[in-house]
């Protein structure tokens, strides 16, 4: 079975200018989430998606960051436009819907620098 | 404010001897822990879990101890290897009809030959 995958693993832009990650669930993973770790501190939550819905988006730190995920599959986040304090590690995580707590599977994460 | 922060941000240890990672955990309300390992180059990995319920569980070489008194976690690695190098983190599960899992800063275990 496929983990989750994450495109790309490295990206280097320039402050202003926008970038699009991409995570693609384990297959049948309802619960996607994003979270970013910045260098030395903790794994911080952005949101999660119940099938392609938004279901909890308050870590989003502002109105620079949209993630999409239609259709229910893969997801999206674009940052627009970066500032250099989105540097960091992005994580997304995926896991089945079910009643109880479901375990996390997560990705290699995209490495985002903003110079 | 909620937070889940740990007490050592890098541990040495000499291979084969055991390691002790920490966690402080503030919401008493969390009813669910998990410790994730990351190694170099990859996403966190889970190692082991725990419910509020229970105070020990063992997995292979892994212990998790829970002290909700005092809400502290902890990890014990027997008999450490050098692919035990990683950095660690202990996450809380928060309850409510949507779980959210609550990260700590991580601790980097280096296992020295």
């Known amino acids: 079975e496929a983990g989750v995958t994450q495109f790309p693993s490295h990206s280097v832009i320039e402050k202003g200018q926008t970038v699009t990650l991409r995570c693609d669930p384990i297959?049948?993973?309802?619960?996607l989430y994003w979270y970013r770790r910045v260098m030395g501190k903790e794994i911080k939550f952005l949101l999660h998606f119940v099938k392609e819905s938004k279901q909890d988006e308050s870590g989003m730190p502002n109105n620079r960051f949209l993630a999409e995920r239609t259709g229910g599959t893969y997801s999206t986040l674009k940052v627009q436009p970066a500032e250099l304090e989105d540097s960091g590690v992005y994580f997304c995580?995926?896991?089945?819907?079910?009643?109880?707590?479901?375990?996390?599977?997560f990705g290699s994460g995209t490495q985002l620098s903003v110079l | 404010g909620e937070s889940v922060g740990l007490h050592l941000p890098t541990l040495s240890v000499q291979e084969g001897d055991n390691s002790i990672i920490n966690c402080a955990y503030s919401n008493s309300a969390s009813d669910y822990f998990i410790w994730y390992k990351q190694e170099s180059g990859k996403g966190p990995q889970f190692i082991i879990d725990?419910?509020?319920?229970?105070d020990k569980r063992q997995g292979q070489r892994v212990t998790v101890l829970l002290n909700k008194t005092v809400k502290h976690l902890s990890l014990q690695i027997a008999a450490t290897q050098p692919g035990d190098s990683a950095v660690y983190f202990c996450a809380e599960i928060h309850p409510g009809p949507v779980h959210k899992y609550i990260f700590g800063t991580g601790t980097r275990l280096k296992v020295l030959a």
């Open positions: 995580a995926s896991s089945h819907l079910g009643t109880g707590v479901e375990k996390l599977f």
């Open positions: 725990i419910r509020s319920n229970m």
């Open positions: 297959s049948g993973h309802d619960n």
